[in-house]
């Protein structure tokens, strides 16, 4: 997912569409299509419009916990030099589900999944502060999950 994309233009068909499967990504199309007026067909190929430009992804979202990862934290990274060039670096760690460069008190912040303490440790000790640019790492872990939601609609 590229940080500085061009957003393509959402007619307000498209936009239900994304709503619909945000509320249930196996809705069948041709449910979606009588709630917005379209074919099964034409649903089918706007969704994959939709998903071919990356304006969204059909994903099965899981409790990490219930699969084997019991460790999850939010790590905020400071960094001297481009933050940019490090966080190019970091979303390729695949343990980090989520990396955003920021304005604030942290120049990136990244979520980690891991399956224990060990492992978030070795994350961050091998993976993370071995990169160039990176001078400072404060961990948040969780102790508990009490909402995550993806289907905050559009605009």
């Known amino acids: 997912m590229s940080a500085i994309a061009k957003q393509p233009a959402l007619d307000d068909v498209s936009k239900k569409i994304i709503e619909l499967l945000q509320e249930d990504g196996r809705r069948p199309y041709a449910e979606i299509g009588r709630a917005v007026g379209l074919s099964e067909a034409a649903t089918r190929q ?9 304006v969204i992804q059909i994903v099965a979202v899981t409790d990490p916990m219930q699969l084997g990862f019991h460790r999850m934290a939010m790590i905020g990274i400071r960094v001297v ?13 695949e343990s980090l589900i989520y990396v955003v460069v920021t304005l604030g ?13 060990d492992d978030l440790l070795q994350l961050i000790a091998t993976r993370i502060r071995t990169i160039p640019g990176v001078t400072h790492t404060e961990s948040l872990l969780y102790a508990g999950l009490y909402k995550d939601q993806y289907n905050w609609g559009t605009r």
């Open 105 to 117: 008190t942290f120049d990136i912040v990244v979520e980690a999944v891991c399956e224990n303490d």
């Open 81 to 93: 030099g481009d933050p940019r060039e490090v966080a190019a670096q970091l979303a390729e760690i």
């Open 46 to 54: 706007r969704v994959q419009r939709l998903t071919e430009a990356g």
